[in-house]
């Protein structure tokens, strides 16, 4: 298992003039004057939905961020229709922002944006998701996509009891095989490759060994895969599955579940049948990713076994910090310049860490840091 957690946070200004040089013509070569005031540019921020939770976070974040360091900001959403965020994208463009902060519906659907952004001398910045199959991408912040899923795969094996609380080989590990399912995000997200590759790398020696087993035989991102990261969808694929592979009395332990969403979406068709309504009287181990407060409201009642946080404060920080220094003429800092590759450039890139979150432990991340108060977890709504 590679060690993807990157701790390292500058950079040389000779590294930083070789990045800009291998770029080549980016978007953020001309725009801005660098001598304006914030309160003379806008911002534009294009959002792929507003219905999953983490997304309107993301863009508050971002807009109250931006507007505090005095920018003018041209949020918009796009409710999951990538026509529609082609064309919002277009929209600001033509009304000259000054810089765009994009996460992508469709991370290869937007080059004819981009290009048109490079020759308005518009910098743009990927968000969370990266925009493939174009040279005009300047930036890219995200979290430690290849350790969401490692700490997913790791969250289902200390579920499963393989792993004790210290993420290493339990004393008391039960005999396999045990049965899982695997559910991948959607394909046209490039995060979900990451996602999969991360919890694959780690599973694949107890898959090899025996200990696990994928009743389905489903085990190919392709197969898998859930479009749009519907939580109708993996509803609908687990009550296939357990139509298909468990109607005969067969155990399912658990269920490596890339989002909150699909998770919720997972536990909803176990639940209908008859698996049980919490872990500890049958529920089968479910992981999940973005902390969404109806999840967390699931893990401190011991439904769903864990989720993956990623701060979207810290994350909007970051969007803000590079598109202050493209405004202001420079180049924001990268800590990663070799592992994501668009197709057409590696684009310079800053990571941020996540953790996960177990029924052990959200209090002291989420409640005890202000993310959520006690009264939103208890009630499951913000």
């Known amino acids: 298992m590679r060690n993807t957690t990157i701790k390292w946070l500058g950079v040389t200004a000779a590294l930083t003039l070789a990045l800009t040089a291998c770029e080549g013509e980016g978007a953020g070569s001309g725009g801005a004057d660098p001598d304006a005031e914030p309160e003379d540019l806008t911002v534009g921020v ?33 409710d999951d229709d990538i026509p529609t965020q082609s064309q919002q994208i277009d929209q600001m463009i033509t009304q000259e922002v000054d810089a765009l902060i994009i996460a992508s519906i469709d991370g290869s ?55 004790d609380e210290n993420f290493e080989e339990a004393n008391d590990a039960p005999e396999g095989p045990l049965n899982v399912e695997l559910f991948a995000g959607s394909l046209d997200d490039n995060n ?12 694949e020696p107890y898959f090899d060994d025996g200990t696990l087993e994928v009743p389905s035989g489903q085990m190919d991102i392709e197969q898998a895969a859930t479009q ?26 658990g269920v490596l579940a890339p989002a909150d969403p699909l998770s919720r979406g997972i536990i909803n068709a176990l639940r209908n049948d008859g698996w049980g309504e919490t872990i500890e009287d049958g529920l089968p181990v479910v992981t999940g990713q973005d902390a969404e407060i109806a999840t967390i409201s699931l893990i401190s009642e011991g439904v769903q076994h864990s989720t993956i946080f990623k701060d979207t404060r810290d994350l909007a920080e970051q969007a803000v910090i590079a598109a202050q220094a493209f405004l202001d003429g420079e180049e924001p800092e990268p800590n990663n310049t070799e592992d994501y590759d668009n197709g057409e450039i590696v684009v310079p890139s800053y990571l941020l860490d996540v953790q996960m979150i177990l029924e052990n432990n959200y209090e002291e991340i989420l409640v005890d840091s202000g993310y959520y108060t006690e009264e939103q977890v208890e009630s499951g709504q913000l």
Do not use: K
Request: no cysteine.
């Open 192 to 203: 979900a490759h990451f996602f999969w590759d991360g919890a694959m790398d780690t599973l």
């Open 46 to 78: 294009a959002m792929p939905t507003q219905t999953y939770e983490r997304w309107v976070s993301d863009g508050n974040n971002i807009e109250a961020q931006l507007e505090e360091a005095g920018y003018n900001v041209e949020l918009q959403y796009a």
């Open 109 to 163: 659907a937007l080059s004819g944006q981009l290009d048109a952004a490079a020759d308005a001398g518009i910098p743009v910045i990927a968000y969370d998701r990266l925009i493939r199959d174009s040279e005009h991408v300047d930036f890219y912040v995200t979290f430690d996509n290849y350790e969401v899923g490692v700490n997913q795969a790791q969250s289902l094996l200390y579920g499963l009891g393989v792993l």
């Open 228 to 253: 749009r990261w519907e939580q109708e969808t993996a509803q609908q694929r687990m009550e296939n599955l357990l139509t298909t592979h468990y109607s005969g009395g067969e155990e399912l332990d």
